[in-house]
């Protein structure tokens, strides 16, 4: 069982950045897969980044590519999302999952929100 808690959220500028951190409880991180998804309202919750257990592999939403940028320290059971160039339309709920895979996420966070104005 592992529990998430994400954190970081909060109102930013167009074009301003925000790191968003998820701390992870329970056994087992440094083995999990671990993925960022978000929920725009009135939207279904979409796929941001993923990265594999040990990092070295990291995937990426078409719409996030050279902005945002996942990365987790084991040591600190915690991954993170660094997100630049921020546009209104990246405004939702965030939220934190691990999972067995990259393809397949078990478990999730409740989420932050992150508000982008114009």
């Known amino acids: 069982q592992v529990q998430l808690v994400e954190s970081g959220g909060g109102l930013v500028q167009a074009g301003g950045s925000l790191r968003l951190s998820c701390a992870a409880s329970?056994?087992?991180?440094?083995?999990?897969?671990m993925g960022w998804f978000r929920q725009a309202p009135g939207k279904e919750r979409e796929h941001v980044a993923r990265i594999n257990w040990s990092g070295g592999t990291t995937y990426y939403a078409d719409s996030v590519k050279g902005r945002f940028t996942i990365s987790r320290d084991n040591a600190k059971n915690t991954v993170y999302l660094q997100m630049d160039s921020l546009k209104p339309e990246d405004t939702a709920v965030y939220y934190c999952?691990?999972?067995?895979?990259?393809?397949?996420?078990?478990?999730w966070g409740k989420g932050t929100l992150v508000t982008v104005s114009a």
């Open positions: 329970g056994r087992g991180f440094s083995s999990y897969a």
């Open positions: 999952a691990a999972g067995p895979s990259t393809a397949s996420m078990t478990y």
